[in-house]
C-alpha cells in the first residue's frame, strides 16, 4: 500500500466539510446526508485496507508519508508528515469506525432539525481534525489537529446557539480547554528550545539514549499533563464536559465519548518514551486519573439527566485510562480507550433514541418501564450497561480489569490504594449505570402520556412535531408530551445494533492469558510500548506474578460490580424512593447527598476562586486602567491633537481664490529669498 | 543698446504689479487680466536674454507661452461665462459654493 495514500485519510472528511460548509444550505437533506456519510465511509475503508496491509506484512511497522516541508525559520524547520504505527491503528479504527456510525445515526436523529447542513459540516470538520490529531508524526501537527478538535467541540457544543446555556457551554470548553492548551504549548516551547525540533521519532530517540535531568523532563511531561487534563476532562479540569452536553446527543456520543476526549491519552500513550523517563510525572497521571474516576462516578450517582449521568460517567472512565497510563500500562489503557469507545458510544446513543422517544425529555425521574415500548434501544442499551459495569464476559470487563490488574501488580502502598480507589470506581460505577438503567427502562412509567395503555392507538401519530422542540427546556417543563412512545427509524437503530455487538465482543482482543486468552491487543501494541529486540521473546507482567492472582482479582472486581447492580436493584426497583428516604434520613447523609448533588461544589468554587476575581482584575485593572486609561487615553490624545492640528491647517484652506494666490506669491517670494541670499552669511 | 537689466527691471515691475492686481482685484476678468500681465512680463524677459545671448529658444518659448495663455483664455473665459450664467456674479469672494 502507497504510504502517500494516508493523506487521503484526513482529506476525505475535509472535502466532505467544505462541500456541506459552502453548497449545504441550498441541497436538499438526503443530498447533505448522503456527502457526509460517501465522505466518512471512505476514510472507514482506506483504515480497512491500511489494517489489512499492515497485518499481511506481520512483522512491525511504522507507514510513514514523505514529509513536506512547513515551516522553516532560522535553523528550525516542521515538517508536514503522517505515520501510521499500530497505535495510530487503533485510533484510526475507533475514529473512522465509531465515526461513521454515529454519522448514520444522526441521519434520523437529526432529521427534522433546522442547520442540517451545518451540523453535517462540522461533523465532517471534526473528523478531518481528529484524524490529523492521531496521524501526525510530529508534536506540531498534532497541535493543529488537537485544537482543530476543540474548535468542532465547540461548533457542537454551542450548536443551538440561540439557546443561552448552550452558548455558554460551548465558551466553557472552549476557555477551559485553552488552560490546558497553555500547557501543551509550553511543553512543545521546552522541547524546541531542548531538541530543535518536533519530530516525535527525534525527540524520543534522544530521550531514550540520552538520560537527560529528570527535572527538566518531568516538567515537560507534567505540561503535557497539563494540556491532556483539559482534553481528556480530567481533574483539575473536567468541568466543561457535563455542560457539554447541551450539544445534539450523537455529537456528545462522537466528541465528548468515544474519539475526541480520549486525545489526553492517546497523546500520554503517544509520548510513552518521554512519561517514562519523568516517573514523578507518571505518579501524578495515575493520582489524577484514579481521583478523576472517583469523584466524578460519585457525582454520577445523584445526577438525574441522563445524558449528566453518562457524561460524568465518561470522565471517570477517562480516569481509569489515565490511571492505566500512570502505572505505564499504555495497552491497558488504549484497550479500555477503544471498548470504552464502543459501550460509551452506545450508551449515548441510546440514551439519545430515549430522548428521542420521548420527544426531548431528558429527566429520569420522568422516565421507566420503556422496556417493551422501545425494544431495540432497550436490549441494546443493557449490552452497553452491562459492558460498562464490568459483567463478564462483556468488553468493559476485560479492559477494566487489566487496567486494575496492572495498577495492582505496579508495587508500593501508593498503587495499591488507587488499586482500591479503581475498584471502588467499579462498583459506583455499576451502581449508577444500572440505576440509570432501572430507572429508565423498568418500574411504573412516570409521565402522563408515556403509558402503556395510550401507546397503541399513539403510536402512529408521531410526526415532524416531536422532535423540533427536542432538547429545548422547554418540553421539560411544559405539556406532557402528546405522541406516543415510538421506537426509532432503523438509520438509528442499526448503528445501536452494531455498537452494540461491539461492546459485547470488542473486549475479546484482550482477554488475558490468565483466563485462556491470548491478550491480543497487548501483543498488537507490544512494538509500540515496549520494543523489543529480534529473538528476544516477549515479556508479560502476567507470566511473573502468576495468573492465580489475575484471576483472583478478576472475580473480586465482578463481585463489587454485582454488589452496585444489588445496591442500584435494591434502592431504585425494590424499593422505589428509598433513595430519597436515604438522603433525608440523617444530616450526615443529608449532607453528602447535598455535596454530591451540587457536585462538590466545584463550579461555583471556580466561579468565586478563579472566574470572579479574573473578571474583577480584567474589568478594574485590564479594562478600567489600561484599556480606558492608557490605551483609550493615548488614543485620544492623539486624536485631539490631530483635531487640534487640523483646526489650524483648517484656517489656511478658505476656499478664497486670492488667499490662495497670496500663500502662493509669499511661498513664490520666500522661494526667491532663498535662492538670493541662500549664500548669505547671515543665513548660515 | 539698452541694458538687459532694464528689460529685466520693467518685467519685474510688470510681474509685481500682476501680482498684485491678481491679489487685490475682486473682478474675475481684471483677475485674468493680471494673469496675462505676468504671463508677458515673463515673455519679455524670455525676449531680453534671447537677444542678449543670440538664441532663438528663448524667442521660440514665448510663441509656446502665448498659445498656451490663448488657450487657457479661450478656457478661462468659457468657464466665466458658464459661472456668471449660475451666480449672476463675477466678484469671487462670492464664487465659494465649494467651500460651503
Known amino acids: 500500500m502507497n504510504p502517500n495514500l494516508l493523506w487521503l485519510i484526513p482529506t476525505l472528511p475535509f472535502a466532505g466539510f467544505l462541500l456541506n460548509g459552502t453548497l449545504g444550505r441550498r441541497l436538499p437533506r438526503p443530498a447533505v446526508a448522503t456527502i457526509a456519510l460517501l465522505f466518512t465511509l471512505a476514510p472507514a475503508l482506506l483504515v ?19 514529509s513536506h516541508p512547513w515551516i522553516a525559520v532560522s ?10 504505527d499500530h497505535l495510530t491503528l487503533i485510533m484510526l479504527g475507533v475514529v473512522t469506525g465509531v465515526g461513521f456510525l454515529i454519522h448514520l445515526y444522526s441521519v434520523g436523529y437529526m432529521a427534522h432539525e433546522e442547520g442540517y447542513w451545518r451540523y453535517f459540516a462540522y461533523l465532517n470538520l471534526f473528523m478531518f481534525f481528529m484524524l490529523v490529531l492521531v496521524l501526525s508524526s510530529n508534536f506540531l501537527l498534532l497541535f493543529v489537529g488537537w485544537e482543530g478538535v476543540g474548535l468542532a467541540s465547540y461548533l457542537l457544543i454551542g450548536f443551538y446557539f440561540q439557546k443561552d446555556s448552550a452558548a455558554n457551554a460551548g465558551k466553557k470548553a472552549f476557555i477551559v480547554n485553552r488552560i490546558g492548551d497553555f500547557g501543551f504549548l509550553l ?24 538520560h537527560l535531568s529528570g527535572g527538566f523532563l518531568t ?65 501524578v497521571v495515575a493520582i489524577i486519573g484514579a481521583l478523576t474516576a472517583l469523584l466524578a462516578a460519585t457525582i454520577g450517582m445523584v445526577q438525574h439527566d441522563i445524558k449528566r449521568v453518562l457524561a460524568y460517567s465518561t470522565i471517570s472512565q477517562l480516569g481509569y485510562m489515565f490511571l492505566a497510563c500512570g502505572v505505564g500500562a499504555y495497552s491497558a489503557g488504549i484497550f479500555h480507550l477503544m471498548t470504552h469507545a464502543f459501550f460509551k458510544a452506545l450508551l449515548f446513543l441510546a440514551a439519545g433514541s430515549v430522548i428521542h422517544a420521548l420527544g426531548g425529555e431528558q429527566d429520569m425521574r420522568k422516565m421507566g418501564g420503556l422496556r417493551t415500548q422501545i425494544p431495540i ?48 470506581t467499579a462498583g459506583l460505577t455499576s451502581f449508577y449505570m444500572f440505576r440509570l438503567w432501572f430507572k429508565t427502562f423498568f418500574g411504573e412509567p412516570h409521565t402522563a402520556g408515556h403509558g402503556p395503555s395510550h401507546a397503541p392507538d399513539l403510536h402512529a401519530a408521531h410526526g415532524a412535531a416531536v422532535h423540533a422542540q427536542r432538547e429545548t427546556k422547554l418540553t421539560m417543563v411544559a405539556e406532557p408530551e402528546p405522541h406516543g412512545v415510538h421506537e426509532s427509524p432503523p438509520s438509528m437503530t442499526f448503528p445501536l445494533i452494531v455498537l452494540g455487538v461491539l461492546s459485547v465482543t470488542g473486549g475479546w482482543v484482550g482477554i488475558p492469558f490468565a483466563l485462556g486468552g491470548q491478550n491480543e491487543i497487548e501483543h498488537f501494541l507490544r512494538p509500540v510500548f515496549h520494543p523489543i529486540a529480534p529473538g528476544q521473546l516477549e515479556f508479560y507482567p502476567e507470566f511473573v506474578s502468576g495468573g492465580g492472582k489475575e484471576q483472583l482479582l478478576a472475580f ?20 422505589p424512593g428509598e433513595a430519597t428516604r436515604l438522603a433525608e434520613l440523617n444530616p450526615t447523609t443529608h449532607m453528602a447527598y447535598k455535596l454530591l448533588d451540587h457536585k462538590y461544589w466545584v463550579d461555583e468554587i471556580y466561579q468565586r476562586g478563579i472566574v470572579l476575581p479574573l473578571l474583577a482584575v480584567s474589568r478594574v485593572l485590564l479594562n478600567g486602567l489600561v484599556d480606558t486609561g492608557i490605551v483609550q487615553g493615548s488614543a485620544w490624545v492623539l486624536g485631539e491633537s490631530a483635531g487640534g492640528l487640523n483646526w489650524l491647517v483648517r484656517r489656511v484652506q478658505s476656499g478664497n481664490i486670492r488667499s490662495y494666490a497670496g500663500w502662493l506669491a509669499l511661498g513664490a517670494a520666500c522661494v526667491i529669498v532663498i535662492v538670493l541670499f541662500g549664500h548669505h552669511p547671515l543665513l548660515h | 543698446m539698452v541694458p538687459i537689466a532694464y528689460y529685466l527691471v520693467l518685467a519685474a515691475v510688470l510681474f509685481c504689479i500682476g501680482v498684485a492686481a491678481f491679489l487685490f482685484k475682486r473682478n474675475i476678468i481684471t483677475i485674468f487680466m493680471s494673469i496675462e500681465l505676468m504671463l508677458n512680463a515673463v515673455n519679455l524677459t524670455f525676449v531680453a536674454f534671447a537677444h542678449q545671448w543670440h538664441q532663438i529658444n528663448g524667442q521660440i518659448f514665448v510663441f509656446f507661452v502665448m498659445v498656451v495663455a490663448a488657450a487657457e483664455a479661450a478656457v478661462g473665459l468659457a468657464i466665466i461665462i458658464a459661472l456668471f450664467r449660475v451666480r449672476q456674479t463675477l466678484n469671487v469672494d462670492q464664487v465659494n459654493l465649494l467651500k460651503n
Open chain 1, 219 to 283: 516538567a515537560i511531561a507534567l505540561l503535557l499533563v497539563l494540556g491532556a487534563a483539559g482534553k481528556s476532562a480530567q481533574i483539575p479540569l473536567y468541568v466543561w464536559l457535563p455542560d457539554a452536553m447541551e450539544g445534539p446527543t450523537p455529537v456528545s456520543a462522537l466528541i465528548h465519548a468515544a474519539t475526541m476526549v480520549t486525545a489526553g491519552i492517546y497523546m500520554v500513550a503517544r509520548c510513552h518514551v518521554l512519561f517514562d523517563h519523568a516517573p514523578a510525572a507518571l505518579t
Open chain 1, 48 to 66: 480497512a485496507e491500511l489494517w489489512g496491509f499492515m497485518k499481511s506484512v506481520g512483522a512491525p511497522l511504522t507507514l510513514s508519508t514523505a
Open chain 1, 556 to 575: 473480586v472486581s465482578l463481585l463489587v460490580a454485582c454488589a452496585g447492580i444489588y445496591f442500584a436493584w435494591l434502592l431504585y426497583v425494590r424499593k
Open chain 1, 75 to 84: 535553523g528550525l524547520s516542521f515538517d508536514f508528515a503522517f505515520s501510521v
Open chain 1, 187 to 210: 511543553a512543545m516551547f521546552l522541547l524546541i528550545a531542548h531538541y530543535n525540533t518536533l519530530d516525535f521519532g527525534t525527540i524520543f530517540t534522544h530521550i531514550a539514549a540520552a
Open chain 1, 377 to 424: 434501544t432497550f436490549w441494546t442499551m443493557s449490552a452497553g450497561v452491562f459492558a460498562i459495569a464490568g459483567i463478564y464476559p462483556l468488553s468493559g470487563f476485560f479492559s477494566k480489569d487489566e487496567i486494575l490488574f496492572q495498577v495492582f501488580i505496579h508495587g508500593g502502598a501508593l498503587y495499591i490504594l488507587l488499586w482500591l480507589v479503581g475498584l471502588l
